[in-house]
Structure formats: structure tokens, C-alpha cells
């Protein structure tokens, strides 16, 4: 070990993290100065419990970074704008917080001026990739330590191991690990492990309490949530947050992904996001009625890609810049009011109001009237609009089945 023996390790006091701030220092003999991103979800009480874990494991330091308003003004904004959900299911919880992590994390190791960094990544997901990335890119000077990845660990062995050192884990806690931020809170556990088995009640990290129906009012402005009700937020992310405290009580936002990992393996995790999903299916009801068919065609396609390329750690791909520049560009009307009604489990849109709404009665009620055309404007445009398929019947003489 050379003089300057300083290691930085994202830290977020769970099982894995933990192995790492004691293997680190008994056995390689590094000097682990750690570092916790916040990227939502923690209390003050629940950072100052994280310090003292930290502490209790000889860490020369702790570091709590604020990245909240990072992750969104880098990350989550382009999210909502494109209504990404990977598999149309999974709103890129850990996912999309993981670059932030990384990149907050790498600048710290730089200027602490360390010489290697390190993570709880495991050999077979996708955060071990999207660190080392970051990183690489960041930080290519700094060796790559990953300590559970490295020996092949099961958390089982895990917890065997910090025994042997002196610190004890809460067993059933350890079964279950949790990534808690602002855009979705992911639990991975043995029900994940299979394709078979749902996670239990108890895994969610929030409970049902809220059993009345609940009305509420999401105010968006090109794009952006910025209220909740009567309350009015500078920050997006401070609106997310205040939807998430009211509908979380529900239990809304539960669920399993199923999706192809990056290192090319299937992999399940389950999530609770009650205003990640909240967000963006109000965003996309609102685009519907402000936005035109080819705008909304064309935003699918390339919003799959930017969040397929997200989840598979290419943030840093000046392509992503790109595709930002154009979901901006779509957003310039996309403002007023969506109605939200929130049940257990559930939640229904039941509605808008916009005055960039094209489902403007002036120019027709469908199925009903037409003001803005007469039928012989009809008829000559059906005769144009369908003439080639026409003229290829014809021609071919296909007969049709009836």
C-alpha cells in the first residue's frame, strides 16, 4: 500500500456497504472516507443514523451530499418528459439515481484526492456497470474496488463475515435490500430471485394507511409538475416529494420489473413509486390533449431509447444531450391542470384542463358534430386518402376475405 491509501466508498448503510467499509480496512488496509448521495428519500434522521453506522465501522469520514436538485434538473426532468417507464412498467428508480451517484461520487474522490474508489455492486446487476462507467469516465486514474462482486458473495455470507468482525446485522432487515430516492423506492429480495413469487406485504417499505379516496390537482407548467393542490413549488423536485407524501399512505405505485439486465441476464426488482407513476401517466394524459399525433408518435420511439440507454449506464453518450434538446422542445404547450383521484393501491385520471387543448368543441365533438368541415369535405378527402391502397386492389386484383 503506497503512502496516500485513501479510499472513497458510496456508502448507504445496508448489508453491502457495510461488508465493504470493514473489508476494506481489515483486510486491503484502506483509509475509507465515505460518502452517502442523497437523492431523496432520506430524513435528516435517517442521514445522521447513516453517519453513526458509518463511524461505528472505523471510517476515517463521512460525506452527505445533497444531488436532489441534480437528479432532477439532470435526470428526472427528461424522464417525465419523455413518460419513461422501462417495459412499460418500471420508472428507472435506481436506474437514473445511480448515475448521479456515481458522478457526485467520482468528483468527490477527486477533489479528497484518493487513489482508488469503491462500491457494493454485485457481480450480477446492472449498478456494476453503470458505476465503473462513471467513473472511467470521471475519474480514470482511480483503481475500481468492489469487494462483493470480487469475492462472489451472498448476503448470507455477508453477514457471516461482519460476525466475525464484531457487527451484528438485523438478519430479516438484511433479507430485503432497499434503494430509497425521490423517483421510486426499489426492494430486492428472495421472492426476486425466481420468476415465481411476489414479494410480501411486509417488504414495502411503506404500508396502506389511507383507506378514504383522495381527490387531488397536479399543476404543470411546459412539462414540469409545479403543484399539488393549492400548493406551488419553484423546484419540481419539492412537488414530487409533496406528492409522494400524499400518495405513498395509499400503496400506490407497487409492482415487479422484469427486464433484460445489461450484462444480457433477465432480472426481477420490485418498486414502490406512487409519484414517479403518479407524474408521468398525468404528463402523458396531458400531452394527449395538448400535443399533435406525430409529436406524441415520434416522442414514444426516441423516449424509449433515451431511457433504455439511461438504464444501460451510456449517460455520458453526447447522443442523450441531443435527445433532451428535442423532448424540450415538445413541452412549449404542454401546461395546465391535471385531476387525479387517489384509492388503495390505485389511482385514476379523471381529467384536464388546459387552454392548449385541442380537444377544442369549435372544431368538432367526436362522434357527435363537425364544425369545421362539411361531408362532401369528408368524402373527397377519404376518396385521396385511401386511393393507393385502392389502386393496388385493383391492379392485383386481390379478392378479400369477407
Known sequence: MSANNKIVLAFSGGLDTTFCAKYLQQELGYEVHAITVNTGGFSDEEILAIEQHAFSLGVTSFKCIDARNDYYRDVIKYLVFGNILKNNT?????SAERTVQAVTTARYANTLGAVAVAHGSTGAGNDQVRFDMVFQIMAPELKIITPI????LSREQEIEMLEKWGVHMNSEKAAYSINKGIWGTSVGGRETLSSAKGLPENAFPTQLTQTEPGDITLHFETGELKGVNDSLFENPADAIVRLQELAAPFAIGRDIHVGDTIIGIKGRVGFEAAAPLITIKAHHLLEKHTLTKWQLFLKDQIAAWY???LHEGQYFDPVMRDIEAFLSSTQQFVTGKVFVKLLP?????TGIESEHDLMSAKFGTYGEMNNAWTADDVKGFTKIFGNQTAMFHQVNQINQKS
Request: charged share 30%; glycine share 6%.
Open 345 to 349: 393501491y390505485r389511482f385514476e385520471l
Open 149 to 152: 462482486r470480487d469475492l462472489k
Open 90 to 94: 418500471y420508472p428507472l428508480s435506481v
Open 307 to 309: 431511457g433504455n440507454w
